[in-house]
């Protein structure tokens, strides 16, 4: 029998678990040393350590490809994962490698931007910290572990969000957040005690199997799918429970990154690794349905309102999980990954260059063509859209709520046609936009063979008229932004919308009042009705 394939299968899931180890090792070092010397090695091996983790996640990922295509003389890669308590899917090896890269480009970032500043010694160790229980959570098999990492991810981003104790918006802002997340940690650990429950065992790939095997249901099932649900909702910063994302943007840039590039997708994450044990549609899936694509049309609009660069990314922060979730609850998972991968090295490249983003919203703006050859063009390319979608129907799961959402993002696109371009310039950007199409499909199918196999997965009615629903307010709203920018009525919708239409102020209220409570400072941080970012002193 030939023991070498296993040998290395064994010696690369060994090194990708000794990463994690020694990133942690090394936050434990740089929080008790005060050598400036032993510091900057610690950023250097630091980034040293992300890149191997990087580089040792696609050899994982070359691995299982092969045991995929050559079973009998693989690497039994999945067999000796379990010996390691890894979970070696798809999954895994794609979030592995985004947070290893994410991190690397963010400690990059930082090692230049927060030098000289008081906060850097402390910046270190929590933000590997952070990154370390990020990793963990990726790749293990063990619900309980899961679990533990989840609630590490929280406590570590609390001491980056107060990397400035001398702020006192940021430490109130990082108490609200602290009460969400703990909140947000009982929700999973009961979820996972449910499940438990229900399963017997802790090992999610046992639980997948005898769920695929004898699709059951029973009522610790169905609540745990409630728990985990809204666990995902306040991690991933939904209406109502968003108010504490717009608030912690007192926090350095580097932080900003991590916390909207990393760690408010983990709720996305948890569901797109914990929903083969649940039998289909569950009362998780429409709550995710629901509060995801409400959130995603409210703040796609009030994205839309606000000047600020870094409010403008909250929201579009909040925009994107909302949408995240909507397809979740809407069985797209593969659209999910692909989403959420997507998104966070989108949203790290904005905050990491927020700075260039203001120079390049002070340029002038181009006019845009008349609103009728706007439409039309936009209804030519939609309709191509729709056509191709209708030919290939597999691009979108068959599923026409996604189907209609990539047809409106290709016309949107098309929308933006400046004055003055000729004909050949029109067809080429309507041809750009056309593109958008066949990358989807592409990326598709690539990540498609990472997502565990869900074609059984069925909607109920109605889960398909909420969807419907919120796709028609959602282009309703699209359309009255870009035919009446400046009428009366967008106007008093503008105002409104800009607030978040208020429905972050009840649970804003009550965690502002236990964090003024925790901090005892009253006084000092109370903030202008409907104007979050603005503070003021009690009269």
């Known amino acids: 029998m030939n023991t070498f394939m296993p040998a290395l299968a064994a010696l690369s899931l060994g090194l990708w678990l000794t990463v994690p180890v020694c990133l942690f090792a090394v936050a434990l070092f740089s929080a008790r040393s005060r050598d400036a010397l032993k510091l900057n090695h610690c950023w250097r091996l630091a980034s040293r350590l992300l890149t191997a983790s990087m580089f040792i996640t696609v050899i994982i990922g070359l691995q299982m490809a092969v045991d995929t295509r050559l079973p009998d003389v693989g690497f039994g890669l999945a067999e000796a994962a379990l010996r390691f308590g890894l979970y070696t899917d798809g999954i895994a090896i794609w979030m592995a490698l985004m947070v290893a890269f994410i991190g690397w480009a963010i400690l990059r970032f930082a090692d230049n931007y927060l030098r000289g500043d008081p906060g850097r010694d402390r910046f270190l160790p929590w933000f590997l910290t952070t990154i370390t229980c990020v990793l963990v959570l990726a790749f293990t098999n063990n619900l309980l572990v899961l679990a533990g990492a989840w609630v590490g991810v929280s406590l570590a981003l609390h001491n980056l969000l107060t990397l400035y104790p001398d702020r006192p918006q940021a430490r109130i802002a990082a108490v609200q957040k602290f009460i969400v997340s703990r909140t947000g940690d009982a929700l999973v650990i009961g979820g996972v005690m449910l499940l438990y429950h229900h399963y017997g065992t802790f090992r999610l790939p046992e639980m997948s199997a005898m769920q695929a095997v004898n699709p059951s249901g029973s009522t610790a099932l169905t609540a745990a799918a409630i728990l985990l649900a809204l666990a995902a909702v306040l991690k991933c910063a939904q209406i109502p429970f968003h108010g504490w994302l717009l608030r912690v943007m007192e926090a350095p840039t580097p932080v900003s990154a991590l916390l909207h590039a990393g760690v408010i997708n983990l709720g996305g994450f948890l569901w797109l690794r914990l929903f083969p044990v649940f039998d289909g549609f569950t009362a998780g899936h429409m709550i995710l349905l629901v509060v995801g694509g409400t959130t995603a049309v409210i703040a796609v609009i009030t994205m839309m309102t606000h000047y600020s660069v870094k409010h403008a990314l909250a929201w579009s922060t909040c925009a994107q999980m909302g949408f995240m979730l909507f397809e979740i609850g809407m069985g797209a998972y593969t659209l999910a990954l692909l989403h959420l991968l997507a998104h966070s090295v989108y949203k790290a490249h904005s905050f990491l260059a927020a700075g260039r983003t203001v120079r390049v919203s002070a340029a002038e703006i181009?006019?845009?063509?008349?609103?009728?050859?706007?439409?039309?063009?936009?209804?030519?390319?939609?309709?191509?859209?729709?056509?191709?979608?209708a030919w290939q129907p597999w691009l979108v799961e068959g599923n026409p709520v996604f189907g209609i959402l990539l047809v409106l993002a290709v016309a949107s696109a098309a929308m933006g046609m400046p004055r003055g371009t000729g004909f050949r310039v029109r067809v080429r950007?309507?041809?750009l936009?056309?593109?958008?199409?066949?990358?989807?499909?592409?990326?598709h199918a690539l990540l498609g063979t990472a997502v565990p196999e869900h074609a059984t997965f069925a909607l109920s009615a109605v889960a398909w008229g909420v969807g419907f629903a919120l796709l028609s307010a959602l282009a309703l709203l699209s359309l009255m932004v870009s035919l009446?920018?400046?009428?009366?009525?967008?106007?008093?919708?503008?105002?409104?919308?800009?607030?978040?239409?208020?429905?972050?102020?009840?649970?804003?209220?009550?965690?502002?009042?236990?964090?003024?409570?925790?901090?005892?400072?009253?006084?000092?941080?109370n903030r202008v009705p409907h104007h979050p970012f603005t503070m003021e002193e009690k009269a």
Do not use: C, K
């Open 366 to 389: 181009f006019p845009e063509l008349p609103i009728r050859s706007r439409l039309i063009w936009a209804g030519a390319t939609g309709t191509l859209a729709a056509l191709m979608l």
């Open 433 to 443: 936009a056309l593109l958008l199409v066949p990358v989807y499909s592409i990326l």
């Open 429 to 431: 950007i309507a041809g």
């Open 484 to 525: 009446a920018p400046r009428s009366r009525a967008m106007a008093s919708l503008y105002r409104h919308f800009s607030q978040g239409l208020y429905l972050d102020l009840p649970f804003d209220q009550l965690t502002r009042r236990l964090a003024s409570q925790a901090l005892n400072v009253p006084a000092t941080l």
